[in-house]
């Protein structure tokens, strides 16, 4: 394995400690792809014309143009794909239902830390893949750097807690595997944490926040805690004077990471 640098499921709705019926009415409004990152994505699947996508949710980055078939666990998820888009499977990454070298390039974005066995996982996606993997993740050693620790540092512990090291996948998807920083842009259109960075004030409405599902890890006291802190702060002046400089970045490198390994 080379590795050169440039984020458990069950039928009921839920992955990895989160109740995707809970999260799920913010996803639409505030969790679009963005199509900057998913420029990211295509190039990192190549001329592929089939492709895997491994704990799909709703769909979000499935390219048209590539023959997608898609596989998501949580039925609640499942339900909320678009009807244009193909009907995902309802199976797990551990164990796919595929055979050896199915697929040109596979997929699987915003997931692997949701999986019971991020190990058995990955391997099973090289098994039936030929060609390319792009796992779309955060970084855990750069979750807390990013400036909303300061605000609701038990969010944030709980984000780097859940994402896997990058060297553990790395060493799961074998072969050779690069890490791409992958920059977010001041106005993106997909509503994790980070893509607020320059626009603190939406992070103030709590249908932003439930659209990312760390914020399900913490009680309505931390939520309220939060949300008095960073108005106090924006008030005052106080979040300008030490980030106000993010309001006119065009985008920000934070732990967001593309990985792209090859057989």
Do not use: K
Not at 37 to 64: C, H, K, Q
Not at 119 to 133: H, K, N, S, W, Y
Not at 161 to 168: A, S, T
């Amino acid at each position: 394995m080379v590795m050169r640098t440039h984020d458990g499921s069950t039928h009921h709705g839920s992955a990895g400690g989160v109740d995707h019926g809970s999260v799920r009415s913010g996803l639409g409004a505030h969790r679009r792809p963005d199509a900057r990152i998913a420029r990211v994505i295509a190039e990192a699947l190549g001329d592929a014309r089939t492709v895997l996508n491994v704990g799909a949710g709703t769909g979000s980055y499935e390219n048209a143009a590539h023959a997608v078939t898609a596989v998501e666990p949580s039925l609640a998820m499942r339900a909320q794909r678009p009807a244009e888009l193909a009907t995902a499977l309802d199976a797990v990454a551990e164990d796919l239902p595929f055979a050896d070298g199915r697929f040109d390039a596979a997929m699987t974005l915003f997931s692997v830390h949701q999986w019971s066995d991020v190990d058995a996982g990955l391997r099973e996606m090289r098994r039936v893949t030929r060609g390319p993997i792009a796992v779309l993740t955060c970084d855990p050693a750069r979750v807390r750097d990013f400036w909303l620790y300061e605000y609701a540092p038990d969010v944030l512990e709980a984000e780097a807690r859940r994402y896997p090291p990058l060297g553990r996948l790395a060493a799961a998807l074998g072969a050779t595997t690069t890490v791409q920083r992958v920059p977010i842009p001041l106005d993106c259109t997909d509503g994790f944490n980070e893509a607020y960075y320059g626009r603190p004030e939406l992070l103030l409405d709590p249908a932003a926040r439930q659209a990312c599902s760390a914020w399900s890890f913490i009680d309505d006291h931390a939520r309220q805690a939060f949300d008095a802190s960073l108005r106090r702060a924006l008030g005052s002046g106080t979040w300008d004077e030490a980030f106000g400089h993010l309001r006119h970045r065009p985008t920000y490198t934070g732990s967001l990471v593309l990985l792209r390994a090859t057989p």
